[in-house]
Nanobody, 126 residues
Framework: QVQLVESGGGLVQAGDSLRLSCAASGRTFSSYAMGWFRQAPGKEREFVAAISRSGGSTLYADSVKGRFTISRDNAKNTVSLQMNSLKPEDTAVYYC???????????????????WGQGTQVTVSS
């Protein structure tokens, strides 16, 4: 079991940056691949970014590639999402998730993630 708590959301203007963080507690953090997902009002939850257990492999949604960067610090049990050049369409609740499957490559599939945080709101005004 792992508990995940996101932080860092807020209200920003288009073009601004935000850094989301997710603190994990419970089992060994480095045994989980980690992912970020988001859900906008009236829309399904969608994949944003993922990172392998070691941090050596990352995966991004096309909509955020080149603007967002996922990273992790296994010594501090944290995973972060640096979001630059934010757009109004990035407005959503952002969720951190943990994948315990042990696969080497990170996944964009929500079914791979057994543990989810409560989410943090990101609002980007135009």
């Amino acid at each position: 079991q792992v508990q995940l708590v996101e932080s860092g959301g807020g209200l920003v203007q288009a073009g601004d940056s935000l850094r989301l963080s997710c603190a994990a507690s419970g089992r060994t953090f480095s045994s989980y691949a980690m992912g970020w997902f988001r859900q906008a009002p009236g829309k399904e939850r969608e994949f944003v970014a993922a990172i392998s257990r070691s941090g050596g492999s990352t995966l991004y949604a096309d909509s955020v590639k080149g603007r967002f960067t996922i990273s992790r610090d296994n010594a501090k049990n944290t995973v972060s999402l640096q979001m630059n050049s934010l757009k109004p369409e990035d407005t959503a609740v952002y969720y951190c998730a943990a994948d315990p499957s042990g696969w080497l490559d990170p996944s964009r599939r929500p079914v791979r993630y057994d543990y989810w945080g409560q989410g943090t709101q990101v609002t980007v005004s135009s």
